[in-house]
């Protein structure tokens, strides 16, 4: 299934779900192995649950880890409450605390005793960032890692399988070799589906929108778009794609079929590409998310409503329904006949196979709905994700600072973070307080700043200008706990903490659209 293909919406970052909390990234789809069917065309905004984009973006500095203390809200003053600082209900030990009040409480003269971060004005240069992965990696075409997951291997000895046992009835005389033939065709048809999956890509290049990679993986294959169709007749384009290449290969198909042997090998291998790619066209077709179908239908709802959200959440409705005509309809239309088989020739085996199979493509296809509805809400939310308003006030301290002065100096002036910096004001590095809270209060007199900071680096330098998806990418690019935010003149604004953004990114996809 193409979880991309019509819609090109984003998916999140790594594959593997990070540790500890961290920054979510712009929505974008599933696990990497996640089951899917061939060719369909949900996006990567269909892909896992909410929490699991917020904690899948970023991993933390190994060694340095935030743990579990920040992300369940715990805050640099949480230790300091009975000790060094003036109690719990100051700013640094506050949690609850809103960073956009805490800066509008602030006089002009509070930030001007902040340090300057020293750079020019602009965005500083982003690293690349990591790459995707996902399984073994095969080519990239036009530029785009394909990989093929695990799962594939498993869906290919099932195919290999399955129309061996087809070739035995068709072709006797091929004995054990049929087995060969039947990974041969297992493997052209996978091919297949890259072609369509290279189809939903090179139209998304076509229309500049980034492409993350090409995963093949169980039901089927993956196009990872990073952003949505800007407009629903590309939108429309960016679905209809797909489905057209997998008619155009079944026609290639047939017409190679004509001069052949129908009894024979390759009689039997173009015939069976031809129907795979038949089957897949027209199941993708179907008007409900997340298929290709669906996407189109949403194009059309958004074209005629101007709305998206509302495209979204009539092609996400009606993809349940066939969720369900599928759960139902799929064995029975296979025991009556329906399908192509003898209905009166269905062993009980048979019969538990297809409400199995039925069962597996209904679930990809309600879970896929769902998570179209889930991430359309959030991309209606996503511009409310400021970095100005979720930056926290910080203070600067010198490198040999005392932990418990610098946490009496935050608390005194209302800051929740720390900078450190040098001699002439430049910040250095950031605190970080997951590992505030490990030092215990009677050590904090003796452990100095700088030894619980993490340096700064060029992409943990944040514009306080940045919001919704542009916000996200950045710190997407350069996974870490906390981020120093400035102003366009380069003065400091403030330390933007990654549990902060993923609390907001989860009250975002809480809030009704």
């Not at 973070?417 to 007199?445: K, Q, T, W």
């Amino acid at each position: 299934m193409d979880v991309s293909g019509g819609s090109g919406q984003p998916r999140s970052g790594n594959d593997e779900p990070a540790e500890h909390p961290a920054v979510p990234t712009a929505p974008t789809t599933a696990p990497a192995d996640q089951p899917d069917t061939p060719g369909t065309g949900r996006s990567p905004d269909d892909e896992g649950d909410a929490r699991g984009e917020a904690a899948r973006a970023g991993n933390t500095e190994a060694g340095n880890t935030q743990g579990g203390d920040a992300g369940d809200g715990d805050t640099p003053g949480k230790d300091a409450k009975d000790g060094d600082s003036p109690g719990r209900n100051t700013t640094l030990a506050d949690d609850t605390a809103t960073p956009a009040d805490k800066h509008r409480d602030a006089s002009p003269s509070e930030h001007r005793s902040l340090a300057h971060s020293g750079i020019a004005k602009g965005e500083p240069p982003q690293p690349r960032p990591k790459e995707p992965g996902g399984g073994i990696l095969m080519g990239r075409p036009f530029g785009v890692p394909v990989y093929v997951a695990p799962s594939w291997f498993l869906v290919a000895v099932l195919i290999t399988w399955v129309f061996g046992g087809q070739l035995d009835r068709v072709l006797p005389e091929l004995g054990a070799a049929r087995y060969l033939v039947s990974l041969f065709f297992a493997v052209a048809f996978y091919a297949s589906v890259l072609v369509h999956e290279l189809a939903h890509t090179v139209a998304a290049i076509r229309f500049k929108l980034p492409v993350r990679r090409i995963q093949l993986q169980f039901f089927g294959g993956v196009s990872e778009i990073e952003k949505e169709a800007e407009t629903p007749g590309r939108e429309f384009v960016l679905a209809f794609v797909g489905p057209l290449l997998s008619l155009v290969l079944a026609g290639l198909f047939y017409l190679a079929l004509k001069p052949v042997e129908p009894r024979s090998v390759p009689g039997v291998l173009l015939a069976g590409l031809m129907i795979s790619n038949l089957i897949v066209a027209a199941f993708n077709l179907l008007p409900g998310l997340p298929l290709d179908g669906g996407r189109m239908l949403r194009a059309v709802v958004w074209k005629i409503t101007g709305r998206p959200m509302s495209g979204t959440i009539a092609a996400a409705w009606v993809g349940r329904a066939l969720a369900v005509a599928v759960l139902i309809g799929l064995p029975l239309m296979n025991r009556s006949g329906a399908l192509g088989g003898d209905g009166t020739q269905v062993s009980g085996m048979d019969t538990v196979t297809d409400a199995l199979l039925a069962a597996i493509l209904a679930a990809i296809i309600w879970t896929g709905a769902g998570n179209s509805l889930r991430m359309a809400r959030l991309r209606e939310h996503l511009p409310e994700l400021r970095a100005r308003t979720l930056t926290r006030r910080a203070v600067p301290v010198q490198t040999d600072t005392p932990l418990s002065e610098a946490l009496r100096r935050a608390n005194a002036a209302g800051a929740r973070a720390l900078v450190v910096v040098d001699a002439h004001g430049n910040p250095i590095s950031l605190v970080r307080e997951a590992a505030i809270v490990g030092v215990p209060e009677h050590r904090r007199p003796w452990v100095a700043v700088s030894g619980l900071a993490q340096d700064l680096t060029e992409g943990m330098r944040v514009s306080a200008e940045l919001a919704g998806e542009d916000l996200l990418d950045v710190l997407r690019a350069t996974p870490a706990t906390e981020y120093l935010v400035v102003e366009e003149t380069g003065e400091i604004y403030g330390v933007l903490s990654a549990a902060d953004v993923e609390r907001a990114f989860v009250k975002a996809m809480a809030r009704p659209s």
